[in-house]
């Protein structure tokens, strides 16, 4: 008897016959190139927290800039922005609630499970990830980052709430900014 | 059997809830009363058959305080976890049903954890999951919209706060026991126990750790653990499990995420005549080790493909120290079920082809 055709059985005999093998096939289509500027990033948290203070302060004193021009206004420049410094320095996915400062610099968003709260119980003894071998974990890399900075140990500890999907796209930078602006308000009234 | 352990008014009558337990579940009651627990795990059958799940669950019965109900364990597609669960509390096992993120999204987690809590289940274990890469299926698309320790959080506010994860009104929460997975065996191991510590800020009331073949490695994390006080907060069981043979252990190392087998547990196996008495012999040490250890409340038994060992394992390991598990318990809705199945003696048979020709026969 003939045996049964599946989709995986079809799948698996048409697949043996090409030549073709997809070189670092990664489910969640991470970008083709090396970690470096990542991994270096994380190496040098403490001077990133510093920096992202400062910045973030910076920010927040332009409170009275973004709101004449309008968050809505400013919000596609901002976003250009951060896309592309976030992108190179974290290989940032745009999650648009960014956690960075509680993982350590490294951004969680580049785990294949996303995950936001810790290393799974997956990690290879070599200390890489489960799902791509050959990426060193995000979280492995998290607390490393988290030991060299000030408050990185105490803000890894906060369990961060599950990713909320209708603010991918958007700026990180900009929301924090007015959120920090509307508390600073409430504190004054 | 223990005095507590029956309703005061109807010896058949499910347990009202102690002061101060979440869940009116066994597994909570012997826990939290301080004896050395021992669950063990269902392997799911590839089936539709309920009896298959049923005859699985049989060879625990008497010697285990739960069952796993695992959650397509290591990505691969076996029957659901729910309806496991569903056909277990049926027949009056106490399951703890396993909630992988990787399969469903949020929406599809919370109706489910309403569901299970329905169906009588009272132990929820929440894990991340395997990657899908792992699994019988690595093109499928993996969700991971929680986290084991977003879920964590949600089940216990669906359960404390009486609300889904939206803020909209439960009408009645699901009371269940909340557990969490544990392993102590990857890096980054000195984040490992503060990652415990976050757990169980989340909810986690129990954990059950990864299979533990290196003990000097697991006395170490429980040191730090107990120094801590976090076995206070959150009961710990240790995962064991016997190695078929040498080769299963090398495969299980490369293939399992996770797993951490040391060299001279397999150099072992190798050297010995009957390898799989000698796994059982190995498995039976390390539960007589691990009993020792402090903070730890009991052991998590993955006899995988090994499940008849079990009884035999728990009894020869004396980790029961002479206590007999209760074999089933009555159900919240039991009253209801019982006069359905009366019902069910009692009506006349409906066949179809009869009643087919009858209507026909009406018109």
Same mark, same amino acid.
């Given at each position: ?74 919000? @596609? &420049? +901002?976003?250009?922005?951060? #896309?592309?410094?976030?992108?190179? =320095? ?6 648009? %609630? ?62 961060? @709430? &599950? +990713?909320?999907?209708?603010? #991918?796209?958007?700026?990180?930078? =900009? ?6 602006? %509307? ?7 | ?363």
């Amino acid at each position: 008897m003939a045996r049964l055709e599946t989709w995986t059985s079809k799948l698996r005999r048409t697949n043996a016959k090409s030549d073709f093998q997809p070189a670092n096939v990664s489910p969640h289509r991470r970008k083709q190139r090396s970690f470096t500027i990542r991994l270096w990033v994380v190496r040098h948290a403490r001077f990133f927290e510093w920096f992202y203070e400062k910045f973030a302060n910076l920010f927040l004193f332009l409170h009275p800039f973004w709101k004449a021009v309008g968050y809505h206004r400013a919000e @596609k &420049p +901002v976003t250009f922005v951060e #896309r592309q410094v976030k992108g190179l =320095l974290f290989d940032c996915r745009m999650c648009g %609630q960014c956690a960075l400062s509680s993982t350590g610099m490294s951004c969680p968003m580049n785990c294949p499970k996303q995950l936001r709260n810790g290393p799974c119980g997956g990690v290879r003894a070599n200390g890489n990830c489960e799902v791509e071998p050959d990426m060193p974990c995000v979280w492995v890399q998290a607390w490393s980052g988290a030991s060299k900075m000030q408050t990185g140990t105490d803000k890894i500890m906060a369990v961060q @709430k &599950p +990713v909320d999907q209708s603010l #991918r796209e958007t700026s990180s930078w =900009l929301r924090v900014t007015a959120e920090a602006a %509307q508390e600073k308000e409430s504190v004054k009234s | 059997m223990n005095p507590v352990d029956t309703n005061p008014l109807d010896a058949g009558a499910p347990l009202d809830p102690l002061p101060g337990h979440s869940s009116r579940g066994r597994l909570e009651r012997v826990l939290r009363r301080g004896e050395f627990a021992v669950t063990s795990e269902l392997n799911p059958p590839d089936s539709a058959d309920p009896n298959e799940v049923y005859e699985r669950a049989s060879i625990f019965e008497g010697w285990v305080d739960g069952i796993n109900a695992v959650d397509a364990s290591g990505a691969n597609c076996h029957m659901s976890s729910v309806a496991i669960c569903a056909l277990l509390t049926r027949m009056g096992y106490a399951p703890i049903l396993q909630i992988a993120c990787r399969d469903k999204n949020r929406i599809a987690i919370q109706g489910d954890i309403l569901g299970a809590s329905a169906m009588g289940v009272q132990n929820i274990l929440c894990l991340t999951g395997d990657g899908v890469q792992a699994g019988d299926q690595p093109g499928a698309k993996p969700v991971f919209d929680l986290d084991c320790m977003s879920l964590l959080e949600t089940a216990r506010s669906m359960r404390d706060d009486e609300r889904f994860l939206s803020g909209r009104k439960i009408t009645y929460p699901p009371n269940v026991f909340l557990g969490a997975a544990i392993n102590p065996f990857a890096p980054p191991y000195d984040f490992r126990p503060m990652r415990l510590k976050k757990k169980i800020e989340a909810g986690a009331q129990f954990v059950q750790s990864q299979y533990c073949y290196d003990v000097p490695m697991f006395r170490e994390y429980m040191k730090r653990v107990v120094d801590m006080g976090l076995n206070e907060q959150c009961f710990i069981m240790a995962g064991v499990g016997p190695l078929a043979s040498a080769k299963t252990a090398r495969w299980m190392r490369s293939n399992v995420p996770g797993v951490h087998i040391p060299d001279h547990i397999i150099k072992r196996l190798e050297g010995a005549e009957k390898q799989k008495a000698e796994g059982k012999r190995l498995c039976i040490e390390i539960m007589q080790e691990i009993k020792e250890i402090e903070g730890v409340s009991g052991v998590h038994v993955m006899a995988y493909r090994q499940e008849e060992f079990v009884a035999e394992i728990v009894h020869d390991s004396g980790v029961l120290k002479g206590r007999q598990p209760w074999k089933r318990e009555p159900l919240a809705d039991s009253a209801i079920v019982a006069e359905r199945m009366e019902e069910l003696v009692d009506e006349q048979k409906q066949i179809p082809a009869e009643m087919a020709e009858n209507a026909a026969s009406n018109t």
